[in-house]
């Protein structure tokens, strides 16, 4: 079946304009989170939501990153008056089940890799 | 804070030989991990997950071990494969969220 998408694949954009990235999950998959992976780096938690609930936003570097859930499905995360140091690749997963209640994976995306130049 | 880290950033092995990774976490409080694999251009790809009440699990080639006393996390890859390069990240539950470490580059030389 189908997997994460992302898009776009690659974006490359002029620093102080705004970006979307979209993330589409895998149906019926209630969580949906957001990553930052700089080049060589590790994961960088971004912020996470679970069905109808209020997302968890702690992990946002500033206030110009910001993400919205539209009907439990699709996830956009814009970053307005991007910065050179917002270069990085964006990844999204979804999973069915959290953390402690079975077996918890959370399904990745290829990611977007963002270039802000 | 709490932090999942990596030993060792670069691991090269031979192809056929086996390959361990290892990963310290601090957070004493975790009771899942996993551990993902991610190849050039590609999200990571679960490969194995573990409780804290287990000490071991295997999969297909793969063996993740859990030792809480000293806070260690190690995957063990048998029979090391080209396609077996990439880069390894640990991951331990913190609330709703996985946390990773910084990743291990697994190359194999042919």
């Known amino acids: 079946g189908a997997g994460v998408s992302q898009s776009p694949s690659n974006k490359v954009t002029e620093k102080g304009k705004d970006v979307e990235l979209r993330c589409d999950p895998i149906?019926?998959?209630?969580?949906l989170y957001w990553y930052r992976q700089s080049l060589g780096q590790g994961l960088e938690f971004l912020i996470y939501?679970?069905?109808?609930?209020?997302?968890?936003k702690s992990g946002l570097p500033s206030d110009r990153f910001s993400a919205e859930r539209t009907g439990g499905s699709v996830s956009t995360l814009t970053i307005q008056r991007t910065q050179q140091e917002d270069s990085a690749v964006y990844l999204c997963?979804?999973?069915?089940?959290?953390?402690?209640?079975?077996?918890?994976?959370?399904?990745f995306g290829p990611g977007t890799r963002l270039t802000v130049t | 804070g709490e932090s999942v880290g990596l030993h060792l950033p670069t691991l090269s092995v031979q192809e056929g030989d086996n390959s361990i990774i290892n990963c310290a976490y601090s957070?004493?409080?975790?009771?899942?991990f996993i551990w993902y694999k991610q190849e050039s251009g590609k999200g990571p790809q679960f490969i194995i997950d573990?409780?804290?009440?287990?000490d071991k699990r295997q999969g297909q080639r793969v063996t993740v071990l859990l030792n809480k006393t000293v806070k260690h996390l190690s995957l063990q890859i048998a029979a090391t494969q080209p396609g077996d390069s990439a880069v390894y990240f640990c991951?331990?539950?913190?609330?709703?969220?996985?946390?990773f470490g910084g990743g291990t580059r697994l190359m194999v030389k042919p």
């Open positions: 997963a979804s999973s069915v089940r959290l953390p402690g209640r079975g077996r918890y994976e959370q399904y």
């Open positions: 149906s019926g998959h209630t969580a």
């Open positions: 939501f679970q069905g109808n609930s209020a997302p968890d």
């Open positions: 957070n004493s409080a975790s009771d899942y």
């Open positions: 573990i409780r804290s009440n287990m």
């Open positions: 991951a331990e539950n913190a609330g709703n969220m996985l946390t």
